[in-house]
């Protein structure tokens, strides 16, 4: 191993640098270069009297938990990542906590969720607050009502997908109301403390977000990476890679888990995702204001790069750079991307390719009966319980095809397997909207059927109801439900000019506060008074 050892550093390259760690923390596991497998199982053999070890096995001191995996996963040594990505030494990473603790000591936003775990005694309404604003990207609300896990558990999936319309990732709503019935039916009404056993026990928490509960909540010095975090370790350590690589990410966790400190883990988390929200931003970074940026391997590069420009000579390497004769660094920008003299420390990271959303087309009507007994009624019925919109209610909608072709009779037989025989010259098309969800990139085809002269529709099938205009503004829609049915009322007062997708702006002049932040200070208004800013919480 010591020879391995050695032969990556006269290379310059290693994936760890040997960082003291705090006395409880738990050592990171190391697999062997393979030339060292044959000795190892020798070794094994002579220790267990012959018996050898499957090939590949990883030897495991006996008082590592299971779980270690989950909290700091394997350091597995690669000739392609140099030391300049990492962090030197034990002094180099106490003045990075320090500094960045300090600065948010000073500057942290003060914000309802905040004040809560804060303030709370009780670990588990702690661990519920953190829970609640980790999953909903702090953008959402479980309603006053529910200020407990129990309260949560007992509310039915119609009230929560109710209050979290709108808001997109509905299925974080599901999941979330999931683990509070878990953790009163099953784990006594408490919260896992841990963040292998939150992510273990509860649907729907992940590595993030266990990690956040159990530093901020219980004081567990675990890490957390998200949009933010990464960003700010990616600048600070000059990493250019894409962040969604997985051994990118992996590197990320790495070093974040090397970071936190000990003594105030829930605190430097937060100072590090607040970093990266405030100041570490995108695309206008406030490096001036930044804690951290004389350890900022991005701001040293760009005055490199500066430096080389004023003399008029090519672009000079540092001698603690990547070392070139290494091979191309996992952890550097491709050589397809060369630095920007633009960009400045935005070069770092480089944006993470995504994958053009599937376009898909789907044909919807908003069937109205305008004289029904006790006001006007719109026919909705509720989406299967199972994929995109999952449970939420929904103007009666056929998938077609994007040319058009018999949208209109697929329409109309939907429509009258709800509710009955119907008068098709009444069904006309007002226009269309376009809709993004995560993955799917949806056109609706809005159609309109006013029942003027017919008699009213008194029953329904199972799966449909018919709402007043008020009742399906408060209703488990989707926000694109809510768009086409501002196409139908724009047709009706005649405002609505037909084509793509002018009525989706009608409402944009208006000046609120963002739903998302509304419904949060709803949340936590009967525990915080005070007004909150706004979070913004993931500035990507």
């Not at 270069?33 to 053999?45: D, F, I, L, N, T």
């Not at 894409?242 to 990410?249: A, I, K, L, R």
């Not at 004389?294 to 390497?317: F, G, H, Y």
Request: contains cysteine.
């Amino acid at each position: 191993m010591l020879v391995h050892l050695r032969r990556l550093q006269k290379l310059g390259c290693t994936a760890h640098t040997s960082v003291p760690q705090p006395a409880k923390s738990k050592p990171a596991i190391m697999r062997k270069p393979r030339a060292g497998v044959g000795s190892r199982r020798k070794q094994a053999s002579r220790q267990k009297g012959g018996k050898k070890p499957a090939l590949g096995s990883r030897q495991v001191t006996p008082s590592v938990p299971d779980g270690l995996a989950r909290q700091q996963e394997e350091v597995v040594l690669q000739v392609s990542v140099s030391p300049y990505h990492l962090f030197r030494n034990t002094a180099e990473v106490t003045a990075f906590r320090g500094r960045l603790l300090s600065w948010y000591d000073q500057e942290k936003r003060d914000l309802p969720w905040r004040r809560r775990a804060e303030n709370e005694a009780d670990l588990d309404r702690r661990a519920y607050a953190v829970w609640v604003s980790e999953v909903m990207l702090q953008q959402t609300q479980v309603a006053t009502k529910w200020p407990t896990l129990q309260d949560l558990a007992s509310a039915s999936l119609e009230e929560v997908n109710q209050l979290w319309a709108g808001l997109g990732y509905y299925s974080r709503g599901r999941r979330l109301q999931e683990g509070a019935r878990k953790v009163v039916e099953e784990l006594g009404g408490h919260v896992p403390r841990t963040a292998e056993t939150l992510q273990r026990l509860l649907p729907g928490v992940g590595r993030y977000t266990a990690g956040a509960i159990a530093s901020i909540a219980f004081g567990q010095a675990t890490s957390v990476v998200d949009g933010n975090v990464a960003r700010v370790l990616c600048r600070v350590r000059a990493i250019g890679a894409d962040p969604s690589n997985t051994f990118v990410s992996q590197q990320l966790w790495n070093l974040a888990q090397q970071l936190v400190d000990p003594s105030r883990p829930g605190d430097f988390n937060q100072a590090a995702m607040e970093l990266g929200a405030t100041v570490c931003t995108p695309q206008r970074p406030l490096c001036t204001q930044c804690p951290v940026r004389s350890l900022c391997r991005a701001r040293q590069r760009v005055a490199q790069e500066q430096l080389s420009v004023s003399q008029n000579m090519p672009s000079i390497s540092d001698v603690e750079e990547c070392a070139p004769s290494t091979g191309q660094c996992r952890l550097c920008p491709p050589p397809t991307e060369p630095w920007d003299q633009t960009l400045g420390v935005t070069n770092f990271p480089r944006k993470a390719s995504r994958r053009p959303p599937r376009e898909e087309c789907s044909a919807t009507c908003v069937l109205e009966q305008p004289r029904a007994l006790g006001g006007a009624r719109l026919l909705l019925v509720q989406r299967p319980s199972s994929g995109l919109l999952a449970g939420l209610w929904e103007f009666p909608s056929v998938t077609v095809e994007p040319s058009g072709q018999c949208q209109h009779k697929a329409l109309l037989q939907e429509l009258q397997n709800w509710a009955g025989p119907l008068p098709a010259t009444q069904l006309q098309h007002l226009g269309e909207v376009v809709h993004t969800f995560s993955h799917i990139k949806l056109t609706y085809q809005v159609y309109g059927l006013a029942l003027e002269e017919q008699t009213p529709v008194t029953t329904t099938s199972p799966g449909a109801r018919w709402l007043t205009r008020e009742e399906f503004h408060t209703a488990a829609v989707s926000t694109a439900m809510k768009k086409v049915f501002r196409v139908y009322e724009g047709q009706q007062t005649g405002t609505h000019k037909g084509s793509k997708r002018s009525q989706v702006s009608t409402s944009s002049s208006r000046k609120k506060p963002p739903r998302g932040q509304q419904v949060l200070d709803s949340f936590f208004r009967s525990h915080n008074p005070s007004d909150a800013p706004s979070l913004n919480r993931v500035a990507q």
